[in-house]
């Protein structure tokens, strides 16, 4: 029955991610299927790692490998295996970045915050001052409570300890601002179908020239297909045709390309921004309606998923239905220790629209009046 | 150029994968994205979980994961992290094999074969007699010759010493003869873009409790991205809502489910019989055309994939560009050793059809009068 329904049912999706895809995007998808090599791909996946770099504003090499972004987590911490970790933890991804890392690296410090509290800079400067790490690990946006963790203070940190600056930046590249050169950050993973506007399947990855430097050989690292090295030779070895390890998802590719292309042509600040308003104006609607945001300090608001606390007796869940049920609007509840506590809204690439945050805000205010 | 050139022709893929796509199985693509958690998924997942149990013909726990079939076989050799294992390698998948298990295993043994001849049973008997192995892997569909490895003996073998069978079925689920549960195997591994006629994307694992009962702790495991123990304790804690650890890429899914359908649909002995069938019509007409078998042994023929020597001055390349250029027909050179040597057809799933060989055999022929 449900089978029959999610064919039948357009949803709108205003969940933290996968995001609303733009109907160009989802038609590549609809494209036959070509080999992943030779010359009929090369050009195609070339330009493709161009334009992901645009994204990422870097000149460094990025790789998009057929994984869920924690994938690409994964292949960064097992490329620093053995090293020294000291991880930002305050809330849901940023316990996924501990458990991930903890399979990997030698020693970990974990800075743990209630989901939502801030990390002090002096507090991390403390820890660096008196241990030597290897690495700073911190999520950009963390989707569990919809904050973002400013970047700028912790890269000059790690620019001046001379520490490797590992972002998991899954849900905020290409809707928040965020330039991988500009901040020196060795390692920044992301993923296709957040902020980025394509379907899931694919995660990406920037890597400095000082993160290949200080990474584990080949041998070293644990693995061969999460394994950046292997990803490394094959791109040497098999460059003219076949410039990565495995057999790669062409359509995901399709995809993401295009949404790539959407990036561009809307201009990356002017997306940005885009973002920021809409935040803003779903923020404000919140608050009209007697619904506290779960970030208090407005600085920290992700431009890309909001999270709040209902008043009184109400429900996330009662919410979620509702909005479902009278709308064909999902929203999503929380994570972790949050999952009964909030409800979060996705709004990033092609959701972060007026309309279709308005289309949420008058489900909102009707379920508030029931 | 290239990437235009990509648009407009619909080439014919009669490559060793991806394979050509149903229209069906490619429309299932260009749907609306859907939360990849909740109601709306949860019964169209275990509903896609069944079907693959049923190709796999086993009773035993199955996973599809984002990554290509290699990931799932990293994840298989992850999982028996310090173990000793037996490694038959006649093949460039069987040399991915070693070079996958390298990272995990505390001891490798390889029975290394020229590529396409086969193992002697004996041969292998003795190695299992002569020391005490954990597990014995092997590649069943050797695409880079067209070899099939026999299972049936070797599985007795495993059976009589106690140790775990490790199947790389990634070029044969779907094609060829193959029963998890009736061969006991411990692991086999699959993907979605070969015989089981999806696109790329996803690999598929099907693990028996034996498997289980031997697999290293989640915490001994190297990794946690391809860690089963980890898919393992999220089916558990997250059974609900969301039995997996990461998102999953829901198109991909949409795809493979419609492709187990037309398995089902067709009866997966008649399947295995069609691929046969198709094999033996391309081998004849090779034959005839004085092109020889690279497998001399016809017991060996893998049903997905033929790999052909052209006599005289003519060459893979000259053939490859020939059948492109002149009807828009895609087949393979070899890879690793014998790159220049071998030319590869793949017919798999859709493009294991009569009309689709006969117009490849007829370009062939005409390559052969130039």
């Known amino acids: ?135 700073l690990a911190v999520v950009h946006g963390e989707t569990s409570t919809g904050m973002v963790n400013h970047l700028e203070e912790l890269s000059k940190l790690c620019a001046k300890k001379d520490v490797l600056f590992v972002v998991d930046a899954i849900s905020s590249l290409g809707g928040v601002e965020l330039s991988v050169d500009k901040l020196g950050i060795d390692f920044c993973v992301s993923a296709s179908q957040k902020a980025l506007g394509s379907v899931p399947g694919l995660s990406t990855i920037a890597i400095s020239a000082k993160g290949w430097e200080r990474m584990a050989s080949e041998s070293d690292i644990p693995g061969w297909y999460l394994n950046l090295r292997t990803w490394q030779r094959y791109e040497k070895e098999w460059g003219d045709w076949h410039p990565f390890p495995i057999t790669l998802p062409v359509h995901l590719f399709f995809a993401l390309h295009k949404a790539l292309d959407q990036i561009f042509e809307e201009g990356l600040e002017q997306r940005w921004t885009r973002h920021k308003r809409i935040t803003e104006m779903l923020c404000t609607a919140l608050e009209q309606e007697g619904i506290s945001l779960f970030i208090k300090n407005k600085e920290f608001l992700l431009p890309t998923v909001t999270s709040a606390v209902l008043p009184g007796e109400r429900t996330s869940e009662g919410l979620q239905t509702y909005l479902k049920e009278e709308y064909g609007i999902l929203v999503a509840g929380g994570v972790g220790p949050l999952r009964k506590k909030v409800f979060r809204i996705g709004h990033m690439a092609y959701s972060a629209q007026e309309h279709l945050i308005k289309r949420v805000i008058a489900g909102i205010k009707a379920f508030m009046k029931i």
Chains 1, 2 share one sequence.
């Not at 109907?23 to 161009?50: A, F």
């Not at 990422?56 to 994964?74: C, H, K, R, W």
């Not at 974990?110 to 939502?116: H, S």
Request: with cysteine; glycine share 6%.
């Open 1 to 135: 029955m449900d089978t029959e329904e999610l064919i039948v049912i357009k949803y709108q999706l205003s969940i933290p991610g996968p995001t609303e895809c733009d109907p160009e995007v989802l038609n590549e998808l609809n494209r036959p299927s070509i080999p992943h090599y030779g010359n009929l791909w090369m050009d195609y996946y070339l330009e493709t790692l161009q334009k992901l770099q645009k994204v990422y504003q870097t000149e460094n090499s990025v790789f998009i490998m057929p994984s869920s972004g924690s994938g690409a987590l994964d292949a960064t911490m097992a490329s620093l295996n053995g090293k020294k970790g000291l991880i930002l933890n305050n809330g849901t991804f940023g316990e996924r970045l501990y458990e991930i890392a903890s399979h990997y690296l030698k020693e970990i410090t974990v800075i743990k915050k209630d989901p939502g509290e801030w990390f002090l800079i002096e507090e991390v400067e403390k820890y660096l001052k008196k241990n030597r790490y290897d690495l």
